[in-house]
Structure formats: structure tokens, C-alpha cells
């Protein structure tokens, strides 16, 4: 079936002559709507720019068309924390997360979502305070713990062996072997649905000297923080250096 | 400078004999809280459990507490994604974030974290839509440069010459060159401070075929993914697989 696209700003023309596809592009061309795949050959055209503005493709594009996959929360990366709290009898918990992320730079604000179910959502419901620790690859294991079980159950620092360190700032604990650790206090809170959003002011942020660069921020090589994959759920370490951000896309600049 | 620590289960005496240190624990340790770097020899002596309930390690820990570092968003990782929204004559934009996560599962929404200074706030205002489009290694040159520049003054799709596809589920376009794409009604506004919260129920999801397992779910290694670094501010690759989620933390249970 040949499908048509429009909305670009130079004229391409196709036309199935023959194995390869040919495609004939007037102007500049912006892009090729075809799936990397798909092997073509192209000309030239150096065309009058005003001669169209947009792009009038007909190539047989349909196994080459994003494909549906409904609503889910398929969102790459995602992180690995673990969230800190007290119960109301001052037992320290950790729970597992996934679903969250900075949402504020001034005031410097993380949110954190976690089921009503929890025992930590009642926690922090309580002390209105909570902890993000990061865990390195190489506690990836008690970190996944830390999300099997609940703490209505069982004293997971216990089973862990973990160390709970009361924080000096909010009234929550911290995972003492995490090499990086934020300190929130409870601003706000959101039902959404199945998930509660809670919004924590960052308070002081707590690491390890060894995961310090020379300028005394992390690096992210030495911490080594965990990748989660909502519905593949697989844990991915971090990989190499790609750039320094707010630089490597200057040279697209015309 | 002697310190001691004291809060968990079990006795742990230490003193400075000679190189190394000595640490001496009664019944069966938890965990040792010295740095990793610190080498320590140590005895075990198994006495009775009931003989104490708190740690009492002396011992100096002087450079190996945790380094407050301030009130900052540090939080790794955090993701690189493009917000992709249309303004109010149609035209398409295109604004790199790395404020944001997942908040709920049921209904499935993403939460992203915008300024009102940005050309992309007034778009989701204007349309009460977006999508979150997840750009691969090949592409942080135009992420970044999606982070770089204001839709205010620039088109940035033709600089760029990456493809606006209209969502056929919301009234906001996506970038096609993209694999994975998320398509988002805005159902919540938060305003905290700096940054506006915006939270959008995931319509659709879209990917490219050739991204896919064989389940038909993205995998993590063909999407490729970037991770961004606060404050560093640099771009990460995924790396290697390191254990399966819900799984891997099975061990640690007693």
C-alpha cells in the first residue's frame, strides 16, 4: 500500500522503478521518513527552495510506521532509589522505586510516587519526611529486595544488614552503604490514581568522599547508580561518557 | 578523633592496636560501618546474642562520614527526553528536559518539569498536551541542541531537520527519527517554584519496530537511552545488563 506524508518543508518525491527505492528530493533535503532499514538510493535536485513546502512522500511506508503499543508506562531510563522513612514508632523502612524524578530546581524538589499500599506511604503520610538513596550497582541486589517485600513484614535493614543513619536534617534514615543521599522534607502531595505523588524539598544533599570528583560533585562512573526498565524489568548499569551537555549540540546550530 | 556510632543489633568494639585496625564483634556483625577504602582485620567472637543491642564501634570514622554537599539536585540519573508540543499558530517545538519520571501506573502518567520562561510552558498551557520523545545515542547532539536554544526564536525542528509527526492520539507532535514516543494529555498542573509540574495521562506509547523484543516491549540496548548528569552536567550511555528486576534481590532474603 502506498502511504503519503505531509508536513515538512521539502518536496521528496519516490517512485518504485526497481529495487532500491529511488528517491528523487527537491531543495535541501530536512529528513528521509524512511526507517534507517530501509535501503535507498537518492539524486539530487537542487530545486528552487520557494518551489514547495512541504513534503509529499509516496513510498510504501507501512511496516516502517511507529507502531502502537497502548497506554503504558514504557518510559526509558528510569531510576533506582530507595526511599527512606520511619514508622510512627520510630522503625526505619526502605522501599524501591522507580517512579520519580527531580521537579523543581528552586526550591531544589524531588517527587517520589508510591502505591497507598505501602508501608513507607503511610510513613511519610506520618513523619513528613523522607530520604532518596541511590544505590551503586554493586547493592543491586538489596536494592531489588527492598522493593520485594514490605516493611509490615520484615525489619528489612535487618535482613539486609544495612545500616540506618538518622538524618541530621529531616526526620527520616538514610541507607549508610548508598553512596549518595538526599534529605526531603515533605512540601506536597498528590493523588493521582493508583500512585500518590509526594514532593520533597531537597534539604541537604549527603555523599560519600569516594564518589566525589576533584570539584566535589559526583561522578557518575564512581557512583554507578542503577537503570530500571518499566515492563521489560531488567536493571542496566550506566555506560560510557557520551559529552558534556549544554555543548555537544552547538554544532548542529546552522 | 574517636567516634562512635551506636543503633543497631549487635556489639562491635574497635581499637587501634597497631596497622590495621582491629575490630572486634559479638555475635553476628551487620554490617561494618567503615569505608570501603579503610582495610580492617577482624576477629569474631560468638557470644551471646542477648548481650547487646546497640553497636558501640570506636573507632575513627572521621573521614569516612558521609559529606553534606548542600541543597541541589543531585539525583542520578536523571533522563534526557524532548517535549514535543505544538504552539498556538500549529507550529512544532521541540525542548529537551531532564526533569521528570513516571508518577503513576494506573492510569499510566508522566510527570515533566518546565519554566515559565520557556517557549514549551505556554504550548502545554495553550494545548493541554505533549509528548515525551526519547532520543538515542546517535541523536544527544540534537537533544542537546532541543536544550540549547528557545522555540521562541528559533524553529528548531528545521534547523535540525528532524521530522514533526502530528500524534494521531494528542494534539502535540512527535519526533520521528525517535524510537520511543509517548503521547500525553496534560491532567494536572503544579506550580512549586522555579519549575512548573505538568502531568500528562500516557494516551499511547509508539516505537519503532526495530527497537523491540520479541515480547514486542522496547529493549533498553536498541533504544539506547541517555542519561544526563546534574550539575556535571554530562551524557551517559546505558551500560551492560546487570540482573533482572523483582528477582536478583531473592538471595538477600533469609
Excluded at 2 to 22: D, H, M, T
Excluded at 159 to 181: H, Q, W
Excluded at 224 to 235: A, L, N, Q
Amino acid at each position: 500500500m502506498l502511504k503519503s506524508f505531509s508536513g515538512a518543508q521539502f518536496y521528496v518525491n519516490a517512485c518504485r522503478l526497481s529495487e532500491p527505492w529511488r528517491v528523487f528530493i527537491s531543495g535541501r533535503i530536512i529528513s528521509v521518513l524512511l526507517h534507517p532499514e530501509v535501503c535507498i538510493s537518492y539524486e539530487w535536485y537542487n530545486w528552487d527552495r520557494s518551489y514547495g513546502h512541504s513534503i509529499n512522500l509516496s513510498i510504501d511506508l507501512e511496516d516502517k510506521m511507529k507502531k502502537s503499543l497502548g497506554s503504558k508506562t514504557l518510559l526509558y531510563p528510569t531510576p533506582v532509589w530507595v526511599v527512606g522513612t520511619y514508622d510512627k514508632d520510630g522503625k526505619p523502612n526502605a522501599m524501591t522505586i522507580a517512579w520519580g524524578g527531580i521537579c523543581c530546581s528552586k526550591p531544589p524538589c524531588v517527587a517520589i510516587s508510591l502505591r497507598k499500599a505501602t508501608y513507607s506511604y503511610g510513613n511519610i503520610m506520618e513523619r513528613k519526611a523522607f530520604t532518596v538513596n541511590i544505590p551503586s550497582e554493586e547493592h543491586a541486589g538489596h536494592a531489588d529486595y527492598f522493593g520485594l517485600v514490605s516493611g509490615k513484614n520484615e525489619d528489612k535493614f535487618a535482613v539486609t544488614g544495612l545500616t540506618p543513619i538518622k538524618s541530621d536534617m529531616v526526620d527520616a534514615p538514610y541507607v549508610n552503604e548508598f553512596p549518595l543521599i538526599l534529605e526531603c522534607r515533605l512540601i506536597h502531595t498528590l493523588e493521582i490514581g493508583l500512585h500518590t505523588q509526594f514532593v520533597g524539598e531537597i534539604i541537604d544533599v549527603k555523599a560519600d568522599e569516594s564518589i566525589l570528583n576533584e570539584k566535589g560533585l559526583p561522578d557518575i562512573e564512581k557512583v554507578k547508580p542503577i537503570i530500571f526498565t518499566p515492563e521489560t524489568r531488567s536493571y542496566h548499569k550506566v555506560g560510557a561518557y557520551l559529552g558534556a551537555a549544554f555543548s555537544i549540540g552547538r554544532n548542529v546550530q546552522r
